[in-house]
């Protein structure tokens, strides 16, 4: 086709004609041009706008997604105009879009630890994982889990529904149950010192990111042991130094120097340090300055101290006895602290005078409680006016009462003394702790850095770099007096800009990232939070009072395990799902938007999570209406619609009725074409907030359609399949998946897992290491060999293995144990005709891949019902139908895809073989066959023929009972000799079918030249993912791999040579079942499957003496098992599987896991122990020999089928045999238990909840 | 014999005609008169209904504001005594006292309004009804039926004002199995009546149009979109397909001639963004009727995805007009490049509200002041409002301005299709400009982010500032917000929805001010903007306003000087309607 030439920014590039804009833009990567809405596999609609260009002579902007490109045209698509519209439209449509990116306790965490995913981790029990994710923010959570402020909890969205998640207790909880065990992997040595002044929670953890980044640092600090506020401000039975020591030893063992001892000002400056040749300094020296009360004679009077100072000197020197009343006069912290360690100190009373009321109190809660449960007393609304004394020894002070009058806007009320209200209240002590601020002593010897008149160092707030440059600051010294955490913050966000100063030279910080904010758009109220339960926070033990007053005992104790499992589930998961993922809200980023100027009406709605699997949040649609198409145009369901118009337009399930009551058939494609997170999948695990996710693309292990499904892995083995991204949505199946394929896999997440070697003697289980299981099995099957004989033994494999697996096992069977009695349960014992094309080509499999649909005329599916079996294969008809295919159905009773069908053929059951003789006698009639073909390529056509001509149309149309002009319109569907058609059935399925209508289909291809040929022949899929792999592997007595025959001698030679193994006495037909039921067989080895789930098979087990089981879930049949291997999941380990169209496909290792071999491992080691030649290093060796051995499958590479490369070349000379055969009316329906772990959790777990 | 016509239209309906009606019928039953009843469509004069005529042999009478009680002196006097009740007449041969409102009309599209029964075939036939269509498909190509349209210089009455003949060739020009004859009755705009009063008055001049473009591009098939808040337009179209089926006129072997067409109704659902072409398309289809990028146009994938050209009632209307007297003749009207008659829904603050149809070149002064009588209540005329809610305003300055349509393009209004909205002083354009933003926002399909939330943006500016909460840079961002929607919006709707926001910014930029800045409303419209207050010198003390109020919030004794109490008054103008002496006042 002639290419059309556009100009885009200047550069000249040549296109197809009818391609977008967009889509020549980024097949040439000359723009990342953004779009929320653009989805290519379906129609576009254009609705987001923001890939709108410029293109020349056009004065509107343009929607790049949905414009084709014409000849001469000229695209610009990054001018000042495009971006500003853009960022309007971004703008725009996140001033609707009532939604958290991030939870309010993450973003209301002065440090912005991530405390939703933490949560979400504890509550899958990854203790440890929580904890490195807070010490990304927040290094000392030992500590701090003690003594924090708690925004988290005070922000927390559960408020609105009863109490906030026990944030704090859960980080304790984390803290506290493996201290200081993960160790920091250390950058390499970057040979550039910082000094850190000030050993607090500023200084340290300021200290520990540059040195987690591999810079040198040195902590100087005035006092003689490091910790700041934290050691010489929070008295022992709140944070017990011993916690404290061991969390800085942890940091400081990664390598920090400390100084103690050392005050700057005295000792040296700041000055001096950057000359010395610190590249950058770090000032948090904290505010450790006690205020005055401003009483007469405060200073001279003996038994007054300063609240700050107490516990400091209760720190540096012994605890002081108090005997006698003590008065503590203010309301913070501080305060309380002093109090309860003066009650320690073993005061006889102690009271707290406080100005103002309870309400004001800046202390926190549970402190003031703590401290009134333990008896002291506070007066309320209560100033020291002065003191009175007896010989400079203080015997009493006078207050006055107070009132509380209205302060200014935005301030606490104002305390006013009553007049003459003065009251005398004894005292042997006064402590006032009514406040602290920095020392500033240093700035006098020092060339110092600006301050406020207040006393706090002046910083650059973005960047926390004082006026002098290379100087940073943080903590109290910046703020007066606040919190540990905020200090923490601080540290951490000054080491982020001394990074960037030494790397730069400069400091400037980017952290302009967007999150969207509910509390941004609207007020929030509890109405929106009516559907969520209430549950009981939990309850944090304490010290009885007793037992704690007398001494410095810690009083809040760890919550326990299974608190922490029960308070973590607690959590709201505010923070979206979709963080990581989220287009949106990384163009957000990336356009730097704004969203204050447009905030205006918000449309708030109520999520729904009535369906079982997905999850609606309507707040975070943007109308991109990808759903409600990839919905409509490619499933052909519409359960999604849109509703109103304008600004309420939204969408909702069709009729706004719940999704389960709609047509939807919960395959979840909806969930992967929303650019946010509208709609997404009900987790079977807690919301982790912003962790990273990885993409592991690989092949789904349902059906023999062998979609490509892409696994998002969050943390170890906790995953989800999500098919985003660009490659999936270029595979087969296009990224679109079934409910099978999106949620059937959340039976890997089961914990159900087999993890031991295990052997069962005498009914007891005993866990048995690997090599002695191996030498036991040895023993027993040689015993079983040496009574019964080589065949009483008989080996079984999963549909479900990789290629390798049953190649290796089958090879194990007929070398190793010297038996043919080789097979596969699911096919041995519910007679699905797996051989019915044998005698035509000498195999019974596809003929024609999956691809030739694209290209099909008449697609004829046969008894099958793919909406459930294999939906993707009825997407796969429904988009060549689009293209021109016309679809004729067989089936007696009405199905999803017959509705879209161009020709029902609804006879009745059994009588389609029927049918295709009279067809076939038809096209004989009409003269419509393939003479050449016939004459050339077949043989046995006379035979045939005669039966066909003896077909009498007229009653095989009254026999089947469909209408006559059915018949007719089927002939002229397909009497075209050249058109494509391509025959489809499910050959396990559970569908009625007769019992030779593939060999009458066959005999039909044959007639009319369409075997071999590109884009004509018959797919036949089959229910399991390697159900084909496992008939091409030659896992059944009938055949060795590749189909032979025992008639083939000349292969049986070839392959006995290659395995070096005589197979002549070895590879005779068997009937197993027979077997079975006469108790012929004692030892059974079963890889993968459970027979046993179907409680009738145990009477093939009644003669068993040996058991051996290798799987990796306890089923049925692991339960009656002797010996017990367990086997990696299908995530754990790669290997090859043959999709139905014998297309090989590769699958990906997801997980590491937790056992150390593979599969194919586990036989080799078996087999090894029986015979040579088993000495693989590689799964990959393994398909090499594969590829030796069977004679298809060196026609096999990754991603192609060998069908089809087969047809096209060594089939050639091949002569293909019509098949004879009887009509046999008896309809028969295959009843097929499962009996695999996946389909039977599939069926129980998620097909239940959607019925 | 005599015959009595009833103007039976939806203003007819609106006003008593069907009792009207009802009233002749028994009386005309019960005296046993030889006297033809019948009904008719709109005669345009909307602002004098129940209108009746009652023709005879020489001359017919039209009898204007007919009430029930009246109905028995007409029959009496004209009806049995021959002698017409003059006092009650209009129009006649001697006399006519609306010579204005109709002597500047040209009356093409409404040729048969009001003058024929819209349910009679046989009438339409009289007035030369299906002749065009007979002499089209026995004397016309297509190509000439094509030139003909063409060279009439007929444009989209629908608003876009696309050269018809021009729209048949591009869809005569693709080749397909399949084309699409539609007709675009989704007439939306608020105070535009004109497509419904021709499907109502003259169904058969639409159907017949629709044919000859059937045959001019080569479809088989045709659909009216008309909305389903027209429930007697859709019950004239099925009688009048129905007739036209019955008579040959669609169906089959037309004339003989071989040519075939029919036509379905589908009744929309009162979308106004189903009058977008790609929007009704879709709802034709049974999707949402949500708007699609052109190209690729609907004479090129249109219905279906086949070629379709989709006219609106009003072009349609014209099209047999032209085939019987020649392109010429109806080229002779207009201007240079916008040649025939418009039709106009006169409303708003002007005496004779109705339907007008005018040739176009006549000015804006002529329709307001000689056919519309000028503004109500000897108020001042301050800007006409032209094209709906995608169209804007063009202020009394302008009134020398020629109906054109790039004349009134230029202008920053549209032709659009007709709605023609007189404002006197009272009007407030800041809220006048809110009333069709709400409007445009509510009938957004909501698919285009900019049109969708822009436009809500905008409207909440607009409330802001008629509240009283207007800051600086409101207008500022008005403006950018509207270039914004308007460059980045995928259909009509939102391209054109900041229109009248962007002309009243244009035109009366001192008003948006004046509500920002000072927290006044120039034209005392908006009610947290005004206050009442009572004139002493002119109250009188008569309590009227007293009893008026609904919030007791006046008070005063009787003969003394009353009192406005604020705390209690929540401005609802009931004491402003209600004094006679106009002592209150807004300021």
Same mark, same amino acid.
């Given at each position: ?263 700057? *000002? ?17 000032? *948090? ?418 059906? =023999? ?6 696994? $998002? ?8 399949? =999500? ?76 549909? $479900? ?142 035979? @045939? ?16 009972? #469909? ?130 789930? @179907? ?157 | ?52 005529? #009652? ?8 009898? =204007? ?31 006519? =006292? ?5 002597? $500047? ?39 000439? @039926? ?14 876009? *004002? ?171 009207? *207009? ?16 005496? $004779? ?235």
């Amino acid at each position: 086709m002639e290419q059309v030439k556009i100009t885009i920014n200047d550069k000249d590039i040549y296109t197809s004609p009818g391609k977008t804009i967009l889509e020549a833009v980024h097949e040439n990567k000359l723009d990342a041009i953004p779009t929320l809405c653009y989805d290519k596999r379906i129609e576009h609609i254009n609705s987001c706008f923001l890939c709108v260009v410029e293109v020349e002579g056009i004065n509107k902007l343009v929607p790049s997604c949905s414009t084709i490109v014409r000849s001469g045209m000229r695209i610009l698509t990054n001018t000042q105009k495009i971006i500003d519209t853009r960022k309007t439209a971004l703008e725009l449509l996140m001033s609707n879009h009532y939604a958290d990116c991030i939870a309010p306790c993450k973003m209301n965490c002065p440090a912005g630890v991530d405390v939703q995913t933490y949560i979400a981790l504890i509550s899958m029990g990854k203790y440890a994982e929580a904890l490195t994710l807070v010490k990304e923010k927040n290094p000392l959570p030992l500590s701090i889990s003690r003594v924090c402020v708690r925004n988290c909890e005070a922000s927390c969205r559960r408020n609105f529904v009863d109490e906030p998640v026990a944030v704090n207790a859960l980080k304790r909880f984390i803290a506290d149950y493996n201290p200081n065990k993960w160790i920091p992997v250390i950058k390499e040595k970057k040979n550039k010192k910082v000094a850190v002044i000030g050993g607090g929670p500023a200084g340290l953890s300021c200290a520990y990111y540059l040195t987690v980044e591999g810079y040198s640092v040195t902590i100087f600090e005035k006092l003689p042991e490091l910790g700041g506020m934290l050691r010489y401000g929070i008295p022992e039975y709140r944070l017990p130094k011993k916690v404290l020591d061991s969390e800085i030893k942890w940091m400081l063992d990664l390598g920090i120097e400390v100084k103690t001892g050392v005050e700057l *000002g005295l000792d040296f400056n700041l000055q001096e340090l950057l000359s010395e040749g610190y590249n950058a300094v770090f000032l *948090g020296v904290g505010a450790h300055k006690a205020s005055k009360l401003g009483l007469d004679g405060e200073n001279s009077t003996y038994g007054i101290f300063k609240g700050i100072d107490f516990l400091r000197e209760i720190q540096l020197s012994n605890i002081p006895e108090l005997k006698g009343k003590v008065i503590v006069v203010g309301g913070g912290n501080t305060a309380i602290d002093a109090a309860r360690t003066a009650l320690r100190c073993g005061a006889e009373s102690v009271k707290i005078v406080y100005r103002r009321s309870l309400n004001e109190m800046p202390a926190a809660r549970e402190e003031i409680i703590a401290a009134q449960k333990e008896g002291i007393e506070i007066h309320f609304l209560t100033n020291p006016k002065s003191i009175i004394s007896k010989d400079n020894r203080l015997k009493s002070i006078e207050c006055l009462s107070m009132e509380l009058v209205e302060g200014k806007p935005g301030e606490r009320p104002r305390p006013v003394p009553k007049p003459g209200s003065e009251f005398i209240i004894e005292c042997d002590y006064l402590i006032g702790a009514i406040g602290q601020s920095v020392d500033t002593s240093f700035s006098k010897f020092d060339q110092s850095c600006t301050l406020r008149n207040s006393g706090i160092v002046v910083i650059n707030e973005e960047t926390m770099e004082t006026s002098i440059p290379g100087v940073f600051a943080g903590g109290d010294v910046v703020t007066g007096p606040l919190t540990a955490i905020t200090a923490v913050a601080h540290g951490r966000k000054a080491a982020m800009s001394i990074m960037n100063f030494i790397a730069s030279g400069c400091a400037g910080l980017n952290n302009g990232k967007f999150f969207s904010s509910k509390d941004k758009l609207a007020k929030l109220s509890a109405k929106e939070f009516d559907h969520f339960s209430k549950s009981a926070r939990a309850a944090i033990k304490e010290l009885s009072v007793k037992s704690r007053v007398h001494n410095f005992k810690e009083v809040d104790q760890v919550i326990s395990e299974e608190q922490s499992i029960c308070e973590s589930g607690r959590c709201l998961e505010c923070g979206c799902s979709e963080y990581y993922d989220c287009s949106l809200r990384k163009y957000c980023d990336e356009y730097k938007i704004d969203v204050t100027p447009y905030l205006g009406e918000v449309k708030k709605y109520l999520t729904d999570g009535r369906h079982p699997f997905i999850f609606f949040d309507p707040n975070k649609c943007i109308n991109c209406g990808k759903c409600v198409r990839t919905c409509a145009e490619v499933l052909e369901v519409s359960a999604l619609g849109f509703v109103n118009r304008g600004f309420k337009s939204i969408v909702k399930p069709a009729m706004e009725k719940p999704l389960m009551e709609t047509n939807c058939i919960s395959c979840g494609n909806c969930i992967d074409a929303c650019p946010t997170g509208a709609i997404r999948e009900k987790y079977p695990f807690k919301v982790s907030g912003i962790l990273p996710k990885e993409n592991y693309e690989t092949i789904c292990n349902f059906c =023999s359609v062998g979609c490509k499904v892409n696994f $998002k892995k969050i943390s170890g083995d906790i995953f989800y399949v =999500s098919n985003t991204t660009a490659e999936i949505k270029d595979s087969h199946n296009k990224g679109y998946l079934c409910s099978k394929g999106r949620f059937g896999h959340r039976y890997l997440l089961s914990k159900e897992r087999i993890m031991h070697h295990a052997v069962k003697i005498k009914g007891t289980v005993q866990n048995v290491n690997r090599d002695e299981i191996f030498r036991y099995i040895h023993k027993k099957l040689k015993s079983i060999i040496d009574k019964y004989g080589r065949d009483s033994i008989a080996v079984f494999g999963s549909p $479900k293995l990789s290629n390798e697996e049953l190649y290796l096992l089958q090879k194990f069977a007929r070398v190793g144990l010297k038996t043919n009695n080789i097979h596969s349960f699911s096919n041995l014992l519910y007679g699905v005709e797996q051989n019915s094309l044998d005698g035509m080509v000498g195999f019974t499999n596809s003929t024609t891949s999956m691809d030739s649909l694209n290209n099909a005329d008449v697609i004829v599916v046969l008894n099958s019902n793919f909406s459930e079996d294999n939906l993707i294969m009825e997407l796969k008809i429904k988009e060549a139908q689009k293209k021109g295919a016309k679809l004729i159905l067989f089936g007696s009773s009405e199905v999803r895809l017959t509705k879209f069908a161009d020709l029902w053929i609804d006879g009745k059951k059994g009588t389609n073989t029927y049918l295709f003789n009279a067809i076939m006698k038809r096209c004989l009639d009409s003269g419509l066959i393939a003479v050449e073909f016939i004459n050339s390529r077949t043989a046995h056509f006379d035979e @045939v023929k005669a039966m066909i001509e003896s077909t009498n149309i007229p009653e095989a149309i009254e026999f089947s009972g #469909i209408k006559p002009e059915k018949f007719e319109m089927f002939f002229d569907f397909i009497k075209n000799l050249n058109s494509n058609i391509v025959f489809v059935n499910n050959i396990d399925s559970n569908r009625e079918k007769s019992v030779n209508d593939l060999k009458a289909v066959a005999d039909f291809l044959l007639l009319t030249g369409r075997i071999g040929r590109n884009d004509s022949g018959i797919i036949l899929l089959r229910e399991f993912n390697n159900s084909s792999g496992l008939m091409d592997m030659g896992v059944n007595p009938g055949f060795l791999p590749g189909y032979v025959k025992p008639d083939e001698n000349d292969e049986i030679s070839r392959i006995s040579r290659q395995w070096n193994s005589e197979l002549k006495d070895i590879f005779k037909p068997v009937n197993l079942v027979k077997k079975l039921e006469k108790g012929e067989i004692k030892a059974v080895l079963i890889f993968g499957e459970d027979p046993l789930a @179907v409680k009738e098979n145990v009477r093939y087990f009644n003669d068993a003496e040996f058991i051996v089981v290798c799987d990796t879930y306890y089923t049925n049949t692991a339960a009656e098992a002797d010996v017990l291997i367990p086997a990696p999941s299908y995530l754990e380990q790669g290997g090859s599987f043959t999709r139905c169209d014998g297309t090989v496909q590769q699958s990906t290792k997801v997980n590491k896991g937790e056992l150390e071999f593979e599969n194919w491992q586990t036989i080799q080691a078996l087999a090894s122990l029986f015979s040579k030649g088993f000495e693989y290093n590689s799964a990959g060796e393994i398909l090499n020999e594969i590829k030796n051995v069977n004679r298809f499958y060196k026609y096999c590479s990754y991603n192609n089928s060998w069908l089809t490369n087969y047809f096209n070349n060594g089939f050639k000379n091949q002569k293909l045999s019509f098949l004879e055969y009887g009509i046999d009316f008896t309809a028969f329906n295959p009843v097929k238990p499962v009996i695999h772990y996946p389909e039977n959790y599939y069926i129980n777990n998620i097909k239940m909840k959607l019925l | 014999m005599k015959r009595v016509k009833v103007g039976l239209g939806t203003c007819g309906l609106s006003a008593g005609g069907q009792s009207i009606f009802n009233k002749f019928r028994e009386e005309i039953r019960d005296k046993n008169l030889q006297v033809e009843l019948c009904e008719t469509g709109c005669m345009g004069m909307c602002y004098e209904e129940v209108l009746i005529e #009652i023709e005879d042999e020489y001359d017919s009478y039209l009898y =204007s504001k007919v009430s029930v009680d009246k109905v028995g002196k007409i029959v009496n006097e004209h009806l049995i005594n021959n002698n017409p009740v003059k006092n009650w007449i209009i129009r006649s041969k001697d006399a006519c =006292s609306e010579e204005s409102f109709l002597n $500047k009309q040209t009356r093409i599209v409404l040729r048969n309004c009001g003058v024929i029964n819209p349910a009679s075939i046989d009438e339409y036939i009289a007035k030369d009804g299906y002749k065009a269509l007979e002499n089209v498909l026995n004397n016309f190509s297509r190509e000439d @039926v094509i030139e003909e349209i063409t060279k009439s210089g007929l444009r989209g009455r629908g608003g876009g *004002g696309f050269l018809t003949g021009l729209k048949w060739k591009l869809a005569y020009n693709e080749t397909a199995d399949k084309k699409y004859i539609i007709c675009n009755a989704d007439e939306g705009d608020p105070g535009a009546f004109m497509d419904r009063s021709v499907l109502e008055g003259d169904p058969h001049s639409v159907l017949e149009g629709m044919t000859i473009a059937a045959y001019a591009i080569g479809s088989d098939e045709g659909f009216i979109y008309c909305r389903a808040e027209y429930p007697l337009a859709n019950k004239r179209l099925r009688t009048a397909i129905r007739q036209s089926r019955e008579k040959g006129f669609l169906g089959n072997n037309i004339f003989g001639t071989g040519f075939n067409f029919d036509i379905g109704i589908k009744e929309g659902a009162g979308a106004f963004v189903c009058g977008e072409e790609t929007a009704l398309m879709a709802s034709i289809e049974g999707k949402r009727g949500v708007p699609s990028l052109r190209p690729p146009f609907p004479a090129q994938k249109g219905l279906w995805g086949k070629p379709t050209s989709i006219n609106n009632v009003e072009t349609f209307a014209n099209v047999s007009w032209i085939i019987i007297n020649g392109q010429q003749k109806y080229a002779a009207l *207009g201007t240079q490049k916008s040649k025939g008659t418009k039709v106009f829904a006169l409303a708003g603050k002007i005496i $004779k509200t109705g339907l007008v149809e005018v040739p176009m070149g006549i000015t804006l002064n002529e329709i307001v002041y000689d056919i519309g009588g000028g503004i109500k209540g000897g108020r001042k005329f301050k800007a006409v409002q032209m094209g709906g809610p995608s169209g804007g305003c063009i202020p009394a300055g302008m009134g020398n301005l020629k109906i054109d349509y790039d004349e009134i393009t230029s202008t920053g209004a549209i032709m659009g299709s007709g709605g023609l909205i007189v404002l006197d002083e009272t009007t407030c354009m800041v809220d006048l400009a809110k009333y069709f933003l709400n409007f445009t926002q509510m009938e957004s399909c909501g698919k285009c982010t900019f049109c969708r939330i822009g436009t809500k943006r905008m409207l909440e500016v607009l409330e802001r500032i008629t509240e009283g909460n207007g800051k600086n840079g409101d207008i500022e961002f008005l403006e950018s917000m509207a270039v914004k929607i308007k460059t980045s919006s995928l259909c009509g709707l939102g391209q054109t929805a900041p229109n009248p926001v962007l002309t009243t910014i244009k035109y009366f930029r001192e008003e948006y001010e004046a509500h920002i800045n000072e927290k006044k409303c120039p034209a005392h419209s908006c009610p947290s903007l005004i206050k009442y207050k009572v004139v002493d010198e002119l109250c009188k003390g008569c309590r009227v306003c007293i009893k008026a109020c609904p919030n007791r919030a006046i008070t005063g004794l009787l003969k003394q000087i009353h009192v406005i109490n604020y705390d209690l008054c929540n401005k609802c103008g009931k004491c402003f309607e209600a004094c006679k002496l106009n002592a209150i006042i807004k300021v």
